[in-house]
C-alpha cells in the first residue's frame, strides 16, 4: 500500500521524466493518474455547465447542445495541433533534445494562436447562422446566439488550453497539464451560478454567463499554462532563443497535425450530422441526447487521460529506439481503459434514469436520455480499446491512419446508418444511439487489426 501511495504522489508531483525504462506498469500509473485527473475536472465542467443551464430551461439546454456540436470542430483544430506537439515533443525528450523540444513548443503555440483569432472571428460573425444551419427554431437562437458569440470569442483560450497540455504530456509533465484544467474548470465551476443567476451586485446574465464563466476560467488556465513555460524551471521551456519562427517545424506541426485535425474533425464533423438528425425529434430529443452525451462525455474523458498516457509512451520509447516497449505500453494501457469503462457501462445500465432526472426532471427528457445511455454504454469495452489504439498511432506521428478509418466508419457507415435507422425504420433517436454504438465498436475492431500490422514503428517526425 505504501508502495501505491508513494506512486500516487510522485505522478502528482510535477516532475518531467522520461519514460524508456523500468517498470511499463508504473509509467502507466504515473503518466495516467493525473492525466485521468486532468479529464475528470474536463468532463465535470461539461456536467456542471449542463447542469446549470439546464435550470433555465430546455430551449436553453438545446441551444448550449447545438453551439457544442459546432465548437467541436475548434476543438478538432486544437487537438490535432495538440497531438502534433506531443508527438513531436516526446520524440525530441526520447532522443534527449530538449532546446529542439522548446523550437517545437513555440511554433505550436504561435500556429495555435492565428487560427483560434480566425475561427473565433467568424463564430462570432455568424452565429445565429451556425445554430439555424444546426436545425434550431427561432426561440432556441434568440435565446442561445448570445451564447454561441462569448464563446466562438474566447475561442483562443480553448485552444491554447488543450493545445499547451499537449506539449506537458510529450515532455512527460501530466501533472502541469493536469493542475491548468484543474484550476481553469474549478474558476468556470464557481463563476458558472454566479454569471448565470447573479449573486448581488453581480447582474444574472443567463445562458450568456455560462458562456462567460467558460472563456474567463479558461483564459486564467492558459497565463498558468504559460508562466511554467517561461519560467524555465521545465525541461520543455520557451526562452528568447525559442522566440523564432521556424518554417521546417512550423511545416511539421501542420504535416502531422492535419491528420490529427483531420480524424477529429471527421468524427466532430459526424457527430454534427447526428445532431441534425435527432433535431428533427424536436427540442425534447436534442435536450436528453445533450444531457446523455455530458454524461457519457464524464466517463470518456477520463479515459482519454489512459489513452494520452499511451500517447507519451509510445512517442518518447521511438524517439529512443525501443518499438517493442512502445507496443507492450499500448496493450497493457487498452486492458487497463477497458476495466475501466466495463465497470462504468455497468452502473449506467442499472442507475441510467437516476443519473439523467438528476440534470433534467422533465419525462421526455429522462425517457431520451435514459435510452441513450443504456445503448450507448453497451459498445464501452470496445470504446476503451479504439480510444486507446488511435491515440497510440497518434503518439507515434501517424495522423493519418486514424483519419482514413474515421472517414470510412463515421462518415460511410454510422450516419448512413444513423439516418437508416431513424427515418426509414423509424427508429427516430433510438436509431442514431445504435449507429454510434455499431460504429465506435466496429472502429475499436479495425484499428486494433491495423495496429498489429506495426507500420506505425517506422514513421518519422
Not at 520543455?236 to 474533425?265: A, D, P, R, Y
Not at 477520463?302 to 509510445?314: D, E, K, Q, S, W
Not at 435510452?371 to 495522423?399: E, H, P, R
Request: aromatic share 10%.
Amino acid at each position: 500500500m505504501k508502495k501505491w501511495i508513494q506512486a500516487f504522489r510522485d505522478s502528482l508531483d510535477g516532475t518531467e521524466r522520461e519514460y524508456t525504462s523500468g517498470s511499463i506498469k508504473r509509467a502507466i500509473f504515473l503518466l495516467a493518474i493525473p492525466m485521468m485527473l486532468e479529464m475528470v475536472m474536463e468532463s465535470l465542467f461539461a456536467v456542471v455547465d449542463i447542469f446549470f443551464v439546464g435550470k433555465i430551461g430546455i430551449e436553453a439546454v438545446a441551444a448550449v447542445g447545438l453551439t457544442e456540436s459546432v465548437i467541436t470542430i475548434v476543438y478538432s483544430v486544437s487537438i490535432g495541433l495538440s497531438m502534433a506537439a506531443t508527438a513531436i515533443v516526446a520524440r525530441r525528450i526520447g532522443e534527449k533534445k530538449p532546446k529542439e523540444a522548446g523550437d517545437a513548443a513555440f511554433q505550436a503555440i504561435a500556429l495555435s494562436t492565428v487560427i483560434s483569432v480566425l475561427i473565433g472571428i467568424l463564430g462570432f460573425v455568424f452565429a445565429e447562422d451556425l445554430l439555424r444551419l444546426m436545425g434550431a427554431d427561432d426561440r432556441v437562437i434568440e435565446l442561445g446566439h448570445g451564447y454561441t458569440r462569448i464563446i466562438f470569442l474566447g475561442n483562443p483560450a480553448i485552444m491554447l488550453l488543450f493545445m499547451i497540455n499537449g506539449i506537458f504530456r510529450g515532455a512527460g509533465n501530466a501533472a502541469i497539464a493536469m493542475k491548468s484544467l484543474w484550476l481553469a474548470n474549478g474558476l468556470n465551476l464557481i463563476l458558472d451560478p454566479l454569471l448565470i443567476f447573479g449573486l448581488g451586485p453581480i447582474p444574472a446574465m443567463g445562458i450568456e454567463g455560462a458562456a462567460l464563466a467558460t472563456t474567463l476560467g479558461r483564459a486564467i488556465g492558459v497565463s498558468y499554462q504559460l508562466y511554467h513555460l517561461l519560467k524555465g524551471n521545465s525541461t520543455v521551456k520557451i526562452g528568447i532563443q525559442n522566440m523564432v519562427l521556424e518554417v521546417k517545424t512550423i511545416w511539421n506541426l501542420i504535416k502531422v497535425g492535419s491528420g490529427g485535425m483531420g480524424q477529429f474533425l471527421i468524427e466532430s464533423a459526424s457527430w454534427i450530422f447526428l445532431t441534425r438528425i435527432i433535431a428533427e425529434s424536436g427540442s425534447i430529443a436534442v435536450a436528453g441526447y445533450t444531457v446523455a452525451i455530458r454524461i457519457v462525455i464524464f466517463t470518456l474523458l477520463p479515459a482519454m487521460g489512459l489513452a494520452n498516457a499511451a500517447t507519451t509512451l509510445v512517442g518518447q520509447n521511438l524517439g529512443a529506439g525501443k518499438p517493442d516497449r512502445a507496443e507492450s505500453s499500448v496493450w497493457k494501457a487498452a486492458l487497463y481503459n477497458a476495466i475501466f469503462l466495463g465497470t462504468v457501462s455497468i452502473i449506467f445500465l442499472i442507475f441510467g434514469d437516476f443519473f439523467i432526472s438528476f440534470f433534467n426532471d422533465d419525462p421526455g427528457v429522462i425517457l431520451v436520455g435514459k435510452k441513450a445511455l443504456a445503448i450507448l454504454c453497451l459498445g464501452y469495452v470496445f470504446f476503451a480499446y479504439g480510444m486507446v489504439i488511435s491515440q497510440s498511432f497518434n503518439g507515434a506521428g501517424d495522423t493519418f491512419t486514424p483519419t482514413l478509418i474515421n472517414i470510412g466508419l463515421f462518415w460511410a457507415f454510422e450516419i448512413p446508418l444513423a439516418w437508416y435507422l431513424a427515418h426509414q425504420m423509424g427508429m427516430g433517436a433510438n436509431g442514431v444511439f445504435w449507429a454510434i454504438t455499431a460504429a465506435h465498436s466496429l472502429h475499436a475492431l479495425v484499428s486494433v487489426y491495423i495496429f498489429r500490422l506495426g507500420r506505425w514503428k517506422k514513421v518519422q517526425v
